[in-house]
């Protein structure tokens, strides 16, 4: 839709439906990345003032594809039970996309200030789940096109360098953490 | 003869291109100063554009259904040598030169040679037929084509025994068609029919939309439209058409083995290995229409399913 205004009064084109389900789809996916982004920017940059954006954009992520979602459930497939059994079972694109939402949906409810103490230590680890939603985000838009699959590769490859940063860094500080441990080995022989 | 799914309009109710033209000029203008500010002129008057050409409706061979509008028809394309967004066509297909055109005919026949369009279209009287489009990927429109029976054409150029298969194939020029600098498909485009389906009444070569030339983005000069199968079949921009004994290659088939067969006709039985071909969201139908049953090619079974007796349609996709 945000791109069908910012197309210029084109209008939503001659498959509405598709158009704007794709839109919602596309923001969705680039709003995740988004928040993916939080964590590598607050490194790149040391300051933490970035945080502050990781809850609302995370929400709007996850509001893009429950619209997203639900366009083509409710607009696109008018509910039909039968197809859409069928496509989340057997169509292995729409599969990836349905567990992504899933695995959004917890993160989404659990995003309040209160379930942040309530669950302590466990709120870090089930919101890691924002890793494979993402993935599945890229994957599920790769296998949805027909044949030119170079937009749906460069989300995938944004995904991959948000990712490699943090491998990078946690690289960096178990190196840090090694080259700490034989000096205190040193330490212990010299006593 | 044919038999449509929905009920159908009477012919009287189904508006002509000018009264919608006209109608549209009207919201046009009524959306005024609005309207005007956000959209680019060229998008303003939408209506059918072109030389108008001399042509006889051909009511047997044409649905009842209503076409869907010219600016749908014109600007929802697929059509790769121009890019692979739906609206690339009409934003890229201007740079195309349809004229002087030539054809060459080839391969197992006994008249061959290099072919003015003109010449191959001067001794066939144009016919306009509203067909049914159902694209693969499971969207469809009605579409009211102008062109001749690809048979009779075909007939012309006297073709042999062995000749079991016609291949076309689409202008390589990456000049006038930008979507070619990039190798998303192998070019040239090249599509097939066997003998039999290309001499079948329903096989139109297209020259016209909506009684007027057609327009670039839908495959001008001159292109294929079998409205039994899916959309990819209908080669566009046609430079060369040649009789063979061997079932020629094919673009889409080329590209993804699995997913796109040489028949392609339309099957609601046959699901693409991604998505489901059991129905189809029709183009114009507006945000709260369900999607529609697809039909067994595509409606025109009783035409065509006798081609096909004995081949396991399910196996030769």
Redesign the interface.
């Known amino acids: 839709m945000v791109r069908a205004v910012v197309l210029?009064?084109?209008g939503l084109?001659?498959?509405?439906?598709?158009m704007v389900t794709d839109t919602l789809g596309l923001w969705g996916l680039r709003l995740l990345l988004a928040t993916l982004a939080l964590t590598p920017l607050r490194h790149a940059t040391g300051s933490s003032e970035w945080l502050r954006f990781r809850r609302m954009l995370g929400l709007f992520a996850f509001c893009y594809l429950s619209l997203h979602f639900t366009m083509y459930v409710v607009?696109?497939?008018?509910f039909?039970v039968g197809?859409l059994l069928?496509?989340v079972l057997r169509?292995?694109?729409i599969t990836l996309g349905f567990t992504a939402l899933l695995l959004l949906l917890p993160l989404a409810l659990t995003s309040t200030r209160s379930a942040m103490r309530r669950l302590g230590r466990r709120w870090q680890q089930l919101h890691y789940a924002i890793y494979p939603a993402a993935l599945l985000g890229c994957w599920h838009y790769y296998?949805?096109v027909?044949?030119?699959v170079?937009s749906p590769l460069l989300y995938a490859a944004i995904f991959a360098v948000l990712m490699a940063a943090r491998l990078w860094r946690k690289r960096a500080a178990i190196a840090q953490r090694l080259s700490a441990a034989p000096a205190v080995h040193e330490a212990h022989d010299v006593r | 003869m044919l038999m449509p799914q929905h009920p159908d309009p009477k012919p009287s109710e189904i508006t002509p291109p000018e009264v919608y033209a006209a109608r549209r000029r009207f919201m046009t203008g009524a959306l005024g100063l609005a309207a005007a500010s956000i959209m680019p002129p060229a998008l303003a008057s939408a209506g059918p554009t072109g030389a108008a050409l001399t042509f006889q409706r051909n009511a047997a061979l044409s649905t009842t259904e209503t076409p869907n509008s010219w600016e749908d028809i014109t600007t929802y394309n697929n059509y790769y040598e121009f890019g692979t967004d739906k609206s690339d066509p009409s934003e890229n297909a201007g740079r195309l030169s349809t004229r002087p055109w030539s054809v060459t005919v080839a391969g197992e026949a006994e008249v061959k040679g290099s072919f003015a369009v003109e010449d191959l279209l001067k001794p066939h009287a144009l016919e306009e037929r509203v067909y049914r489009l159902r694209c693969v990927e499971a969207w469809s429109m009605v579409i009211p084509w102008v062109g001749v029976p690809l048979g009779e054409v075909l007939k012309r150029f006297r073709p042999t025994s062995r000749a079991k298969y016609v291949a076309f194939t689409t202008l390589a020029d990456p000049r006038q068609m930008p979507g070619q600098r990039s190798s998303v498909l192998d070019w040239p485009y090249v599509e097939g029919l066997r003998i039999d389906e290309a001499m079948h009444p329903l096989s139109l070569l297209a020259v016209g939309l909506y009684g007027r030339v057609l327009p670039n983005q839908n495959g001008a000069p001159l292109r294929l439209v079998v409205p039994w199968k899916y959309g990819f079949k209908g080669i566009k921009a046609i430079v060369k058409i040649s009789f063979t004994e061997q079932m020629p290659p094919t673009s889409w088939n080329r590209a993804a083995p699995g997913e796109y067969g040489f028949y392609a006709n339309v099957n609601p039985a046959v699901d693409h290995p991604r998505w489901s071909q059991k129905t189809e969201r029709h183009i114009g139908s507006g945000l709260f229409a369900p999607r529609r049953p697809t039909l067994p090619f595509n409606g025109y079974a009783t035409e065509v399913a006798s081609l096909y007796s004995g081949l396991d349609l399910k196996r030769n996709f």
Do not use: C, F, L, T
């Open positions: 210029g009064g084109r084109g001659a498959n509405p439906i598709a607009v696109d497939q008018s039909n197809i069928e496509d169509r292995p694109w296998w949805q027909k044949r030119d170079r």
